[in-house]
């Protein structure tokens, strides 16, 4: 008879070291973004970046709930335009953002929306191949 001894532990720990990063990188580029086009976004810098942190949990809860129904749904405009509509899903979260903040986060115009989508959608990029996937792998020894 084998036992198994399953350590549950060490699962939940990456999901929050993978929460803090994207915490941190999505607080970074929103607020370099911001710093960047002053004239055209707009956080809230009262609280010590408190409202840019609250972007930033938003934007991560709306991307692991509604993302995934969005990307279904729009799976055949996605697959018509070649991939090309994806980064609209992300500007819709983006504005989303903006409607749920109100005054404290004010995304100019659509131009700027996309342009910090890409911004968001290339960090979660790095940051997965450069930070979690190497944490991940070295747990898994």
């Not at 929103?30 to 938003?58: E, H, Q, R």
């Amino acid at each position: 008879m084998k036992i198994v001894i399953v350590n549950n532990q060490s699962k939940r720990l990456n999901s929050f070291i993978d929460w803090l990063i994207h915490m941190f990188g999505y607080a970074l580029v929103l607020i370099a973004v911001s710093l960047i086009f002053k004239n055209t976004i707009y956080i809230d810098d009262s609280y010590f970046g408190f409202w840019g942190l609250m972007a930033a949990i938003i934007i991560y809860i709306l991307n692991k709930t509604i993302k995934p129904v969005l990307i279904w749904l729009t799976l055949p405009i996605t697959g018509l335009t070649l991939g090309l509509f994806y980064p609209f899903i992300n500007v819709f979260i983006l504005n989303m953002v903006d409607f749920i903040l109100g005054d404290h986060f004010n995304m100019g115009n659509l131009f700027m929306s996309f342009i910090v989508a890409i911004c968001i959608s290339a960090m979660n990029l790095l940051m997965s191949a450069l930070v979690i996937e190497p944490i991940l792998r070295r747990n898994a020894r």
